[in-house]
């Protein structure tokens, strides 16, 4: 884990990153995202020591960096910036190799810097005799990330790796860039400007502003609660409809539905459909398990003396949970051409209830809420 406390850094009497805390898991890509000149740059640096804190501490699996030989330290941790910084004077092999050659026997550098290309994706036979200036930008920022991984890391940190790049190689390399985390499980800390490649790539996102964090949450919460303006305003108000799966049924179910119990009379529960204006109860057992649905519809045109809800209920429902997403639920309520879905966790307890209407009015919503964007 990596962990600031307390971290600060002025230059010449100004601070540009104030009492930063910060807490990083291992085996995760975290986003810094924040406007220029936030202190992105200075807090990635920070961390192998190309720039030295003022105060505060920064520790890497409990041990102080700053007790930390800065030459070793870094060679634990991978660094890819948007410029590649490759040399030019030298061929791909000898960029990626750069390091290696230093503690590596010939053998195992060729070996280690062909499994490197593949990884990047990049044929090791066409390439690694080129210079830089013989690939084009995504192919460099390949080899730029390849030699990042070259000593195999437990860090790497990237400032904006991907953001001169066009929009269709920066998502190839996205992906890319998931494909070797889900393999090689770094700690990767990745600046961006870019709100969606935050979204797609992190586990959790920092956002900064004025050398302050001022949110650090997972991508579906920064979405969903943005602490104040600022955070909205970067978020965009409408984010959450280029990512559905992250609008969970649990967000815009009703909470309390109007229930009744097996043992209520038809009587009552009629009352209670007229009274609460509703079609459907939820009927429930004293756990609050559902036991089925009781429909209006169903109640038309009998005779209901002494008749109870267990009677007349609708056992063979269909359920969400709570954590399904949106789009689920739409195919659910599709296929099974059902207006009223109740929500329940797994042992069956009830939980709320999406209707279509439900729906209907949170999505309609979203449109207005765009509209005035405008
Ligand atoms: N070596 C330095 N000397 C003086 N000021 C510096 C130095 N490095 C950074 N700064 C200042 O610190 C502030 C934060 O810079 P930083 O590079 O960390 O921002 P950033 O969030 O990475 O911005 P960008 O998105 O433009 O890359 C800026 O005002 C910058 O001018
Ligand atoms: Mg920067």
């Known amino acids: 884990m990596i962990r600031f406390e307390n971290v600060s850094r002025s230059f010449f009497n100004k601070v540009i990153v104030e009492d930063i805390n910060l807490e990083i898991a291992d085996n995760s890509i975290t986003c810094l995202i924040g406007e220029s000149g936030g202190g992105k740059t200075t ?9 030295e804190t003022s105060s505060g501490k920064i520790t890497i699996n409990n041990q102080d ?22 040399f030019p004077h030298m061929t791909i092999r000898d960029n990626i190799a750069i390091i290696l050659k230093m503690t590596e026997e010939k053998e195992k550098v060729d070996e280690r810097v062909n499994e490197l290309m593949h990884m990047v994706g990049l044929d090791p036979n066409e390439y690694l005799d080129r210079y830089p200036s013989e690939l084009s930008g995504g192919q460099q920022q390949r080899v730029g990330i390849a030699r990042a991984f070259a000593t195999d890391p437990e860090i790497i940190l990237m400032d904006e790796p991907f953001s001169a790049l066009d929009p269709v190689t920066r998502s190839s390399l996205q992906d890319e860039l998931l494909k070797i985390q889900n393999k090689t499980k770094k700690t990767i800390i990745f600046v961006t400007h870019d709100m969606d490649e935050a979204i797609k790539i992190a586990d959790k996102i920092a956002i900064i502003n004025d050398g302050h964090i001022i949110q650090y949450d997972t991508p579906e919460n920064i979405l969903k609660h943005p602490v104040n303006d600022f955070v909205k305003k970067f978020v965009g108000e409408k984010k959450i409809w280029r990512s559905p799966e992250l609008i969970k049924v649990e967000d815009i179910m009703i909470e309390h539905p109007v229930t009744c119990s097996p043992n209520f009379s038809i009587f009552y529960c ?12 939820m009927v429930i057992n004293e756990e609050n398990i559902l036991q089925g649905i009781l429909y209006a519809a169903s109640l038309t045109n009998i005779n209901y003396d002494n008749k109870k809800a267990k009677d007349f209920i609708e056992k063979d429902f269909i359920a969400a ?7 689920d639920l739409l195919e659910l309520i599709d296929s099974h051409k059902i207006t009223t879905m109740p929500v329940i966790d797994k042992k069956g307890h009830l939980k709320g209830l999406i209707t279509r209407s439900t729906l209907l009015t949170y999505m309609s919503q979203q449109f207005l809420e765009g509209d005035e964007e405008k």
């Open 43 to 51: 807090i990635l640096k920070m961390i192998n020591r190309l720039i």
């Open 65 to 86: 960096i700053a007790k930390q030989d800065p030459i070793k330290l870094r060679r634990r941790i991978g660094y890819v910036i948007q410029q590649t910084g490759l």
């Open 270 to 281: 009629i009352n209670k459909m007229k009274m609460s204006k509703v079609d459907t109860l």
């Open 321 to 327: 949970y709570p954590t399904d997403s949106i789009v």
